[in-house]
C-alpha cells in the first residue's frame, strides 16, 4: 500500500513526533509498504494516512478523508494531544472522529477518551534498538543525563536543580541535551550552566551522538509533567540505563507500578535523594538496573513491527 506518515516536525528535527515518524516508516518499508513521511497531506494518492498529532495534523486528516471517505486514517495521539488539545480543541477533536484507529503509546492513555472512541483505540509500545558497541563509563563520576528539548512541559532543569546542594563528596554530573524552545529557558539553561559546577548543557545534538550520551551515563532523569509516552523510556532501557522518573501515568505504565524510581512531579529533593541514593546505595542501583533489563521484550523492535502489521492488516 501507498502510506502516508504526517508529522508537524519538520525534516532535519529531533523533536520526539519526528523520531517517531520515520521510525514507524522504516517498520512500514520492512512490511513491504511504499511510505513518505511529510508534514501536511495536499491530496496525493495515498491508501492510508498515518496522522501524528490530532490537532496539528487535523487539516490533513480532513483532507484526506475528503478525498478517501473510506480509505483508513490511523491517528497517534501525542502528549499535548491527551492532556490538553482533545479536551477543549475543536479540530482535533474533529479528528478523533474521523480516525478509523487511535494508537497510543501506553495503556492508560484510554482514561483521556471518552467512552465512544476507546473502541478504536490500539497500543503500540515504542521500540528500541540495543546500542551497536558496549561503551565504557566514567567511574570518576556518576553520570545523569537529561535528553529533553527545553520547554515548560518536560521540567527540563529539574536534575540541574536537584545537584545544587548534594553532598560534595557526591560524583554526580548531570548532562542535558536538547535545543531550548524559547529564550526564557535558553537564559535559564545558560545561567544554570554558568552557576552549577555540576551541569553542562550541550543544546541540540545529532540523534547518534545523544544515544551514546545515554549509553555512556548511569542513570537517565525524565522530569516531564506529562507525556504521551516517553520514548527515551525504550532507549534508556535497551541500553540498560536506569530511569529516574517523575511519577506521571506514562511511565508508570511503561515502567510498572512498584518501579522504585519515581519522584513526585516537580519535586526537586525527592529527586536529589533518588539520585544520591542510585549513586551511593549499591543495592537500590542494582535492582533499577535489573527491573529496566526485564522490560526490555517490551520495547523489542519486533514487537513494534509485529503490532504495526496487525494494525495494517486490521484497517484494510
Known sequence: ????????????????????????????????????VATDYQSE?????????????????ARFKSRYPDAP?????????????????RAARRTLALATCLVVLYPGAEEQLPDSLKSKLRVIYQSAMKPQKRYHRDEKHFDVCVLAHLRYVKDPLRAAMASRHLPRTSRIRITQVGAALSDVMERSALAEHVRNPRFAWMGEQSR???LRILATSDALVLSSRSEGGANVIS????????????????????LGRDYPGFFSVGNTAELRALMYRAETDRIFYDD????????AD???????????????????
Open 1 to 36: 500500500m501507498k502510506v502516508r506518515v504526517v508529522t508537524p516536525a519538520p525534516p532535519g528535527s529531533t523533536a520526539g513526533n519526528r523520531v517517531t515518524a520515520q521510525r514507524w516508516a522504516r517498520i512500514l518499508c520492512t512490511l513491504g509498504h511504499r511510505v513518505r
Open 45 to 61: 494518492d495515498c491508501d492510508v494516512l498515518v496522522a501524528l498529532h490530532a490537532r496539528k495534523s487535523a487539516d490533513a486528516a
Open 73 to 89: 486514517l490511523i491517528v497517534c495521539l501525542t502528549g499535548t494531544d491527551l492532556h490538553n488539545d482533545i479536551h477543549r480543541d
Open 208 to 210: 547518534a551522538h545523544t
Open 235 to 254: 532507549e534508556a532501557v535497551m541500553a540498560t540505563v536506569p530511569i529516574l522518573a517523575s511519577k506521571i501515568v506514562s511511565s508508570v505504565d511503561l
Open 288 to 295: 533499577l538496573r535489573g527491573r529496566v533489563t526485564r522490560l
Open 298 to 316: 517490551l520495547f523489542r523492535p519486533g514487537r513494534e513491527r509485529e503490532s504495526w502489521r496487525r494494525l495494517l492488516d486490521e484497517v484494510s
